[in-house]
């Protein structure tokens, strides 16, 4: 045999061997895994940790899926055959040592596997070692996270090499973090060790990281006590500053959805001079037109849902403005000048509308659903931010700025502007005082039609819906100044941030009520609110 044959020889030989010996260890594993497996089914949450641990630390690919059948109570066994298996979300039921459905019936004995407290504690650190390597960044983050709860002390080898190689921002903050609070729980960590620890999670500023520092076992050495008291003082400070910018957040929300509210109403009231107190039923008709909207696309064409409420923008405003110019033109016009009489008749006006859709629609609250961009929240800081509300005060402010460029660069927003100011010397210059009246009332109902749109998406849909804003939206307009625009945006935006301010302290009605005491003791002052109208007319 030639030196060249030798060589091919020897190779061969050696892949045999190798292939031989990796056949072996794979099998090896198969049969660490299966045994493993076995833990489950004694029903003894004693050996059920155990087999989670063996799971956990097999390697092998079916792990995962193993511990978070367990997690979602999908991991059943059998007693009597002794066997594992996972039931699907779609209810298949599969083999858990091979991950591939039963051939024929499965056993009758057929029972979750039982968890406690305890268990579920090492189910999510379980599953967050296995996780902490995955190629999905959103899977790091969720596994660091479960550590960070756990505190595993056998994760911190797999934390160590994931810190190594991770190279997202996010998901190394939250690996640190992870890391940081298996130390500082650990008996035998260093005191440097620990006061390092305290120091990342001191970074992270939040509930969860207060808990963990306040939950350190009190046999702590003085230095790391020190560190720990420091840290939780600094991250109250930075909760309390993040609850007042969120809470701001909240009150420029409830003032956007105020403004929305009160805005039609500054309009007839500081043209017409109007007390409608029908207004609020406007507001409840733009609601009941967006829940039509959605229930035909629902019912004629389901993809459009996410285009619902820019079909039903439109159509609400012509559905309220239509009823509002109705409503001047058969019943207001005849009580002008009779501010008790136009309050009567539009309060019974309101009652007769609430009845009339309750018959029709029924009472209950109405089904009208978030599109997918309306849906879910984010965090901004300290903050939680949701799609709803955010939308919400931008649809706000693109009414506004429309409005306003309406009344600036119209001839209709001039001639309103007119009537406003001087109504006898409008109508002398041979503007139709009659027709900017129905006009002005019309445009002020269809917004209240389309601030029903909005508040669809954070309030029931009811008959009763109009009700709740009516009081608030006058408020609005006598704090503002009647009739002035800017007025009314920057007293829904104080009113809206002083409810959320006060209500920690007072409480909700204790809150209202001590700023509609604000407003009486203000109006006494200022009769004509922050913003009164310019005018001979008007100041005679």
Known sequence: ??????????????????????????????????????????????????????????GNPLAADVIQALQDGRLLFSAEAKKVFIRTPADAILDAATGKPIAGTPPADLSPVRVNNRLRRAIDAALGGLTLLATDPAKRFEAAQAVYKSRDASALPTLD?????????????????????????QADAKEADKIDAIAVIRERADQDARGLLAGLPLDQPPAVQKAAADAITAIDNRLQLWSTVQNLWY?????????????????????????????????????????????????????????????????????????????????????????????????????????????????????????????????????????????????????????????RYTRLGLEMRAVTQNRAMAASMGIRTARIDALTFGLGSGIAGIAGVALTQIDNVSPNLGQGYIIDSFLVV?????????????????????????????????????????????IQKRPRGLFALKGRAVEA
């Open 1 to 58: 045999m030639s030196s060249y044959e030798r060589i091919v020889a020897l190779v061969f030989a050696l892949g045999l061997l190798l292939a031989g010996a990796a056949g072996a260890n794979a099998q090896g594993n198969a049969q660490d895994f299966e045994s493993a497996l076995s833990g489950f089914t004694a029903d003894s949450f004693s050996d059920t940790d155990t087999a989670i641990s063996a799971i956990a630390a097999s």
């Open 251 to 407: 009150g420029l929300s409830l003032g956007s959805v105020l403004l929305l509210a009160a805005i039609g109403l500054a309009i007839t009231f500081g043209v017409m001079g109007v007390i409608n107190m029908a207004h609020g039923e406007m507001v409840m008709l733009g609601a009941y037109t967006t829940y039509v909207v959605q229930e035909v696309i629902r019912a004629r064409n389901p993809a459009l849902f996410d285009y619902s409420l820019f079909i039903a923008v439109p159509l609400a405003f012509v559905v309220a403005g239509a009823v509002g110019i109705l409503i001047e033109r058969s019943i207001i016009r005849f009580l002008y000048g009779r501010p008790l009489e136009t309050l009567l008749a539009t309060w019974g006006l309101s009652l007769i509308l609430q009845q009339a859709v309750r018959t029709y629609f029924g009472p209950t609250n109405k089904d009208v659903g978030n599109p997918l961009w309306m849906s879910g929240a984010f965090e901004l800081g300290g903050i939680t931010i949701t799609y709803n509300r955010m939308w919400i005060i931008v649809f706000t402010l693109a009414v506004f700025v429309l409005l306003l460029g309406l009344l």
């Open 478 to 522: 006598v704090f503002g100044g009647v009739g002035n625009l800017w007025g009314t945006l920057i007293s829904a935006l104080t009113l809206g941030v002083a409810n959320k301010f006060l209500e920690p302290f007072a409480g909700a009605v204790l809150g209202k009520i001590l700023i509609l005491v604000a407003i009486i003791l203000f």
């Open 161 to 185: 090499a994931a810190l190594a190689k991770e190279t997202d921002p996010r998901v190394k903050r939250a690996l640190s973090g992870a890391r940081a609070a298996v130390i500082l729980f």
